[in-house]
């Protein structure tokens, strides 16, 4: 193979030349923008850039705004609970229906389905479901906690105050600061599972069933099997799975746009939401300032996936 | 023994039968808001299925507007997206996965690096480029800058990493030349991957937005969830033909979806080697 | 020979064609009106090339501002009075006065208000198309029934309490029907501000007022009808219900809304509605005048065309095309010089009843004055509802809140009037 050292290059070619056509010009252009007040009403010239040039001032701005603090610290816990939910539960879908079942096709087009709904649709409707007084989940957690507090009341003992919330109130979802988060995390991991499964699916596809068979015939039981067998063998299907759902989940706005907008009380502000706000959403726009967010944004995604790719030496598996 | 494994299998099937259901209701919803009285305003408690079914909100989508180009429009983005992806992004993630060459892991990790900045800052710059090329309002604008796909090229490098390299490497004994070795057989053998590569490629192309509406003017030429927007007003919405012409546009995704599952299939046969 | 002579003579005659490019948003409907519009102005001018770009109203501002950072903006441009200072201070417009002057273009029969919300600086840089105001609906059924003739056009703010409270009503000592509905939107308790004597800023954009005495009191008392009278809705009886929904299914008897309501009234409304001034306060009855109008880009290479594209489009003539589809209030209304000719233009603005009253969307706008927008208006704004955002839900009080915000939007004020001393 290293004979052939001409032919890299052109496997890589058009990949290459698209990426210096139509990606690092505009990304080099927003580096620059981050440096510069811009709000797009003058054209991108040298002249304006040099006219408007304000060196760090935008990132100086970012450590002052508070705004941008609580955007920050929502999508890292966005991320750290939304990721981890997503990838379990795709797994788990993805073991689920990696069988030859009649209609197994259909059954996983079924969870690929929200993809394909218009996220205005998905929104709205979650926005329902999530309402406090007359949705369905909240229904659900009330009845559950009245059945709760009848049982403590026949056993004679007081029901702890919060079942007693729970059965008359129940949490206030998407208008509550406290618990919004929560219904839009709930939203998004619904919606993005299917594509998270459709990937493991590939993976476990990939997986020579010799190696299974190998174990069963040592005599592991299925939970051995998964955790001896599958999971190292998934491991890189695992990584990539978690990396794009890390990516994505940095950027995921759709949703959360058309569930809360941010709210209530900036409980729910995203980076790329806040971030979409400078760039597009209050007039006169903000480009230079949401060009130095999202470099930021660049460079917290790109520590945690150095971290990943650290980590992946120790325990993805790789052919060698 | 095999009563439980039964047993189970039936349990499992049942709460992913569950799963899938709820899956389903906001499709659900979308299409029963399309057969709603137009008009209707978007109340609570929700209506689960109209009274009546109003078939005028779909005769309104396809005749009042050119939905049957805008549905072509978002055809063509999609599937040109898709092909750019199966073929440069499958050439460049096997570059990476096959070749030893300088520079490769920090080119690899430039090119994964583009994936983490958000493309809302991009638009203008690219707006601008695109303006400077005269390719405003045109297919070259809405496909081409697709070319470069880091995603791809990611996704197909780990699925030709995990390739055992046995028939590769017989075929270059065979004096096969490197093209050969790709086309014929490491590409076949990556059939789930692309699948999948195509599914997420092509969804994505069909439900782009801002980077169509800034990069289009005529109504000719705008893909159709730009196109549908003429039903979104300052002060209203009409949900009810929106929720048609929506309804009308998940049928190629969903078509895409059943197809990929194929070649999941067809992987499953392809990938156990012997020896 | 003639034929390729006159071949030439037309090939030459459209390359010598001047080309314009004319952006605004509008569903479907306005589409049409728009083709219908340019089709007359071609007919006139056939040596201008009109290129109409429909933009979603949802990213409107998006691709206009995509469009000037690539050098190329449209030579007019539809832009509503809240964005226009934004534009207007930052230089990227063309201003009109020149052209109304040498032309003695007609602007008498304008709404003074509407005209006055598209100058900066004493200059003239847009001309309106359209206004929107805002008036009380009122169900004529539930007034009826709770024995309420049609309010008067002058009535006073307890009048209109007392209205509320008596179409509030009970049944197994919970609400089921109120007098009025709840709208959090800035818009909508604007009035109450204004006719209270209040205001948001100074008139030059120093100083915050919001919190200043008699702008408290207008919202304390918007505040009260739903925490102290109870004869609006809470955000929990309204359980996610729209305002406008509540209204629409006579859960409400009133609502303080705008004409782009009556459309879906006439078609779904299952009572018989009409429409009354905003009721008086101490400084008598203010609703906001706010409309879009066109603009020309600084950047035109063709001012002369883009002119008599723009004065077509905001003459009398146009806008009755506009007016037709039912969409719109016209900016022009009754021209003192042509009484009766305006009458005529304004004949296509009445629908056939409900509602009775259609000539207050006109007769409101003499009093009426535009939202107090400057070049931070949405930013300033944000911070606002931020701290409203428990008040309305009964969690803050008021005063406190509106106290709390000041330094922040006080903040945007002195930055802007620096701003401003620079340029």
Known sequence: MRVYARFPLLFLLPSLAGFLAFNLGPILTSLVLSFVEYDGLRPLTLETIRENWVGLANYRRLLEDPVFHKAFWNTLFYVGVAVPLE??????????????????????????LPTVTSVVAVGLLWRWVLNPTVGPVNLFLRFIGEKLVALWQAFGAAPPPGL??????????????????????????????????????????????EYLEAASLDGANALQRFFYVVLPLLSPTVFLNTLLAMIGSFQVFGLIYTMTGGGPLDSTNVLMLYLYRKAFGTFPFEM??????????????????????????RWVLEET | MKLLARLWDGVVFLLLLLGGITMLVPFFWMVSTSLKAPGAVFDLPVEVWPKELHFENYQRVLTSVPFARWYLNSLIVALGLTFLNLTSGAMAGYAFA???????????????????????????????????????????ALILPGLFDAFAIFLMRQHFLQLPRELEEAAIVDG????????????????????????????????????????????????????LAVFQGQFSTEWTVLMAGLTLGTVPPILVFLLAQRYFIQGLTLGSLKG | MRKVLVALLAVLGLASAQKLVLASWGTQEEIQAYQQVLRVFQERNPGIQVEYINIPSSEYLAKITAMMAAGTPPDVFFINNIDFPGLASRRVLRPLDPFIQ??????????????????????????????????????????????????????????FLRYAKALTVEKDGKRVQWGVSFQTFYLFWQPWVWSAGGRFYSPDHSKFLLNSPPSVEGLRFYLDLRYKHRVAPTPEEAQDRGPFTMFLNGQTGMIVDGRWRVPTLKARAKFDFDVVPFPRGKAGSIVDIDGSGWVMAAGTRNPEAAWKLLSFLAGPEAIRIFTKTGLIIPA????????????????????????KSQHFFLTVNKTARPTETFERWNEALQLINKALEPVWQGKADLKAALDGVAPQVQKILDEVQAERKKR
């Open chain 2, 98 to 140: 096959r070749f030893r060459f300088r520079g490769q892991g920090a080119l690899f990790l430039l090119f994964l690096a583009t994936l983490m900045i958000p493309v809302h800052v991009l638009i203008i710059p690219l707006f601008i480029l695109m303006r400077n090329l005269g390719w405003v309002d045109t297919y070259y």
């Open chain 1, 164 to 209: 007693v919330w729970l059965a008359k109130e129940g949490p206030g979802w998407l208008s509550d600061p406290n618990w919004a988060m929560w219904g839009v995390i709930l939203a998004s991991v619904w919606a993005g599972v299917g594509l998270r499964m459709l990937i493991f699916l590939a993976g476990l596809q990939n997986i020579n069933k």
């Open chain 1, 288 to 313: 230079g300032y949401a060009s130095a967010i999202a470099w930021v944004l660049f460079l917290i995604l790109f520590a945690l996936t150095y971290l990943q790719w650290v980590l992946r030496r």
């Open chain 3, 332 to 355: 022009r209304g009754v021209d003192v010089k042509n009484v009766e000719k305006s009458i005529q233009n304004l004949k296509d603005f009445f629908v056939p009843p409900p509602p």
């Open chain 2, 176 to 227: 096969a030349t490197p093209w050969q070795v790709y086309w014929r057989i490491a590409l076949p053998l990556a059939a789930p991957a692309l699948a999948t590569l195509g599914t997420f490629t092509f969804l994505a192309g069909w439900n782009s937005f801002l980077w169509p509406l800034i990069v289009t003017n005529s109504l000719e030429m705008r893909p159709l969830t730009v196109g």
């Open chain 3, 102 to 159: 040498r032309d003695k273009y007609p602007t008498g029969d304008i709404f003074p208000g509407i005209l006055k919300a598209f100058q900066w600086g004493g200059v003239q840089y847009g001309l309106p198309r359209d206004v929107s105001n805002l008036v009380v609906f009122y169900n004529r059924n539930l007034l009826r029934k709770a024995g309420l003739p049609d309010p008067k056009p002058d009535w006073t703010w307890d009048d």
């Open chain 1, 87 to 112: 990838i379990v539960l795709a797994l788990l879908l993805a073991l689920g229906l990696n069988r030859p079942w009649r209609g197994v096709k259909v059954l996983r087009t079924l969870y690929l």
